[in-house]
């Protein structure tokens, strides 16, 4: 079993919908939570960072981490063409420089 | 400000050669990562260096090596290439903290 599981997709969604990604975790020790969005042909650009437990908003995108359920979100709203990638999770413990990722979700936003 | 720099973009290198790439990370960035990403297994963690010391090494043969150098700059060197080395190499660095790493655009590299 992989230490950060997340669902592939592909998942296609229509401009303007409110899109979730979602990874769990089977490592207690995470206490840092990312996530990433990686366009084709680039590396991936992180888009939230979270420390502990709770949510995080920043402009379309909200970063929710529930560490009783090892279960990490990211909410996009008002999805745009523009917002079409590969979102990556990604973990990591106190103390630790070595980031664990999930497989990616490829996402595409449909006009 | 100039982000993360990789070099070469590409590579095709022949079974059993080796190879090195090049990282220049941000200005004043002193923690610089390698990672591996292949579409079968994701983003895999390589070695993680901080002030020309390595502090962290993933789950990779010791054929996969690396260095820092005084001005943050790295390399990493991959010897006796396989074909299942073909992967997309990737480097962050970071001020030195957890979760504020910045990617570079990474090194294609292809082994036939």
């Known amino acids: 079993q992989k230490e950060v599981e997340q669902d592939p997709g592909p998942l296609s969604v229509p401009e303007g919908a409110i899109v979730s990604l979602n990874c769990t975790y089977s490592?207690?020790?995470?206490?840092?939570f990312m996530w990433y969005r990686q366009y084709s042909r680039k590396g991936p650009e992180l888009l939230m960072y979270?420390?502990?437990?709770g949510n995080k908003e920043d402009g379309r995108f909200t970063a929710q981490v529930d560490k009783s359920s090892k279960y990490i979100s990211l909410f996009i709203r008002d999805s745009q063409p523009s917002d079409s990638a590969t979102y990556l999770c990604a973990m990591s413990v106190e103390g630790a420089q070595k980031l664990v990722f999930g497989q990616g979700t490829r996402l595409t936003i449909n006009p | 400000k100039a982000g993360v720099t990789q070099t070469p973009r590409y590579l095709i290198k022949t079974r059993g050669q080796q190879v090195t790439l090049s990282c220049s990370p941000i200005s004043g960035h002193r923690s610089v990562s390698w990672y591996q990403q292949t579409p079968g297994q994701g983003l895999q963690f390589l070695f993680e260096y901080f002030s020309e010391t390595q502090r962290n090494k993933g789950n990779f043969p010791g054929r996969f090596s690396g260095r820092q150098f005084s001005n943050s700059r790295s390399e990493m060197n991959v010897s006796t290439l396989e074909l299942g080395d073909s992967a997309l190499y990737l480097c962050?660095?970071?001020?030195?903290?957890?979760?504020?790493?910045?990617f570079g655009s990474g090194t294609r590299l292809t082994v036939v």
């Open positions: 490592n207690s020790a995470f206490q840092y």
């Open positions: 979270t420390y502990s437990s």
């Open positions: 962050a660095s970071s001020l030195d903290r957890v979760g504020g790493y910045t």
